[in-house]
């Protein structure tokens, strides 16, 4: 226990440049203090106190706001900066020297039974607000970008983006350029549906275009009947002429 406790206090000191001495990490980290009381509360879980696990959890997330079932099962050397908000299954395995961020989700999709949340393999960085979803394992070394929903299995040594997410980078090479300075590849599943949804309005506005001409050469006939009016002089004239009358009668 207290050689668990050592190597995560060691990977708070070597993840976070902030951590300035053992005794500030011991007193101040709410991600040690979460990861402390699960290791406690998953011992219990393990020996059936299945109730005293679960009130130990809520105690926890209520002390450090990190939520973490006591059935998840964490390696060593598992670190979470900042935390607030970070939810982790109960079937969720994460493995050695794994890094998460504040609001990191580990869940379900609802509609599984039995093994339902994911499956981190070891030196996998979550950033923050990402939300790991179903049954799915991260590969080892991968890298899951902030804000990312992942619903899909990632390989080895990927990095993978998006609010759905696709890899970026694998095993060191980019194969998806997303510098803002640069057009987006079509492999990008959103701006695949943007570029099908273009091409489509631009057929029809060429259709449109082509027959053109002819609406505009095609002769308009106008079946209206026009009404005569009057002249307006006329009634001009005799209105002036009423006028001298008067006036100078």
Aim: aromatic share 6%.
């Amino acid at each position: 226990m207290f050689e668990t406790l050592k190597g995560d206090i060691r990977a708070a000191k070597e993840r976070d440049p902030a951590a300035r001495s053992t005794l500030e990490i011991l007193l101040c980290y709410s991600g040690l203090h979460a990861i402390t009381a699960h290791r406690m509360n998953h011992w219990l879980w393990q020996r059936g106190e299945r109730l005293m696990a679960r009130f130990g959890s809520q105690v926890a997330k209520w002390l450090t706001g990190i939520e973490i079932h006591p059935g998840a099962t964490i390696g060593d050397g598992f670190f979470i900066d900042h935390g607030a908000g970070t939810v982790i299954g109960e079937t969720a395995e994460i493995g050695d020297n794994c890094t998460l961020f504040h609001g990191v989700t580990l869940g379900g999709t609802g509609k599984e039974s039995g093994k339902r949340h994911p499956t981190l393999e070891d030196d996998v960085t979550v950033g923050a607000h990402a939300q790991i979803l179903g049954s799915i394992t991260i590969g080892k070394g991968s890298v899951v970008g902030a804000a990312a929903v992942v619903v899909d299995a990632v390989p080895e040594y990927c990095t993978v983006v998006g609010s759905k997410a696709f890899v970026v980078r694998q095993k060191g090479q980019r194969v998806y350029d997303f510098r803002h300075d640069r057009r987006m590849r079509a492999e990008d599943p959103n701006m695949e549906c943007v570029r099908s949804r273009l091409d489509r309005l631009e057929d029809q506005m060429r259709g449109l275009d082509a027959h053109q001409p002819a609406l505009l050469d095609a002769p308009v006939a106008l079946d209206v009947e026009v009404e005569e009016q009057p002249a307006r002089a006329t009634d001009d004239e005799a209105l002036v002429e009423r006028w001298i009358v008067r006036k100078y009668r």
